[in-house]
């Protein structure tokens, strides 16, 4: 196993107050070639990264509900992160747990989760982010037939039945870009969310961006993408969940900043998730 990049960066950190040696030299020093056999990061099994995730899974984020698979773009991110920590493919535990579970307070039994949880001030209070992998927007979708499949505006949409998932940024962003007179109806997930859609409970739902492109292109009949909701001063971010105050998770967040400047992650979201050609922003 290679050695991991995101030890030495935390070799590095904790050299004493006013040290200076540049990170060449903190390679060569034994914390730094410390590795996931070491047993150097404290996860809950030793020599093992446990990773949440939901189930089901949907693409583009994990393809066919099969995180070990590699495929699909939080699946691959999982993996990179995990090689950057010093595991191996073989070293990654997968474990499925709910969005609720995900975000509760309290101990967890995944070492990180990926799950397109949104970093908020709200939820940091009782957990641990990565810095995020993802910067997303959210997107309307709808059918063909429905009272808004031709809106070009927020105005256009305020007397639609909207639709989202409970406890998400989408939910959030909903009520507070399209102001909806009928408060939007909120669902326990997406796979919910698309079957209110169809049966026509709702006029229109809100999902991040990724999720409307594929609802729109494979698993709609008919479906619209309206277009994007403002993101405002800053978008939507995506991070990894951690227990709070994780140990973990200066080396995780770590993992993702060399991902980031390496160009790993664009590479990974060019291939795993489509262009956000087609989706004008709604005003």
Do not use: H
């Not at 004493?16 to 540049?22: D, F, K, M, R, V």
């Amino acid at each position: 196993m290679r050695p991991s990049r995101v030890l030495v960066l935390a070799a590095v950190s904790t050299l004493a107050l006013g040290a200076c040696s540049p990170v060449e030299e903190a390679a060569d020093t034994p914390s730094a070639q410390a590795s996931a056999d070491d047993g150097a990061l404290p996860t809950l099994t030793d020599g093992v990264l446990t990773v949440g995730t939901s189930d089901p899974a949907f693409e583009p984020w994990v393809v066919d509900n099969d995180p070990t698979s590699g495929e699909g773009f939080e699946s691959a991110v999982a993996y990179a992160v995990a090689e950057e920590l010093g595991f191996a493919r073989d070293q990654v535990e997968w474990v499925r747990v709910t969005f609720d579970q995900i975000i509760a307070p309290g101990a967890k039994d995944f070492d990180v989760a990926i799950n397109q949880v949104s970093i908020t001030e709200e939820r940091r209070a009782s957990l641990d982010f990565s810095s995020s992998y993802y910067d997303t927007a959210q997107a309307v979708v709808t059918v063909e037939g429905s009272p808004v499949a031709g809106a070009t505006s927020l105005a256009e949409l305020a007397g639609a039945r909207v639709g989202a998932m409970v406890g998400t940024t989408s939910a959030q962003i909903a009520t507070e870009s399209i102001a909806p007179t009928t408060p939007v109806q909120q669902f326990n997930d997406n796979d919910q969310v698309k079957q209110a859609l169809t049966a026509g409970l709702v006029d229109a739902i809100v999902v991040d961006l990724p999720t409307a492109l594929f609802l729109v292109a494979a698993d709609l009949d008919a479906g619209v993408l309206v277009g994007q909701l403002p993101a405002g001063d800053s978008p939507d971010q995506l991070g990894l969940v951690l227990d709070k105050d994780s140990p973990l998770t200066e080396p995780v967040t770590a993992a993702v900043d060399a991902l980031r400047e390496d160009g790993t992650l664009a590479d990974l979201e060019a291939r795993w998730l489509t262009e956000s050609a087609g989706a004008p922003v709604l005003e």
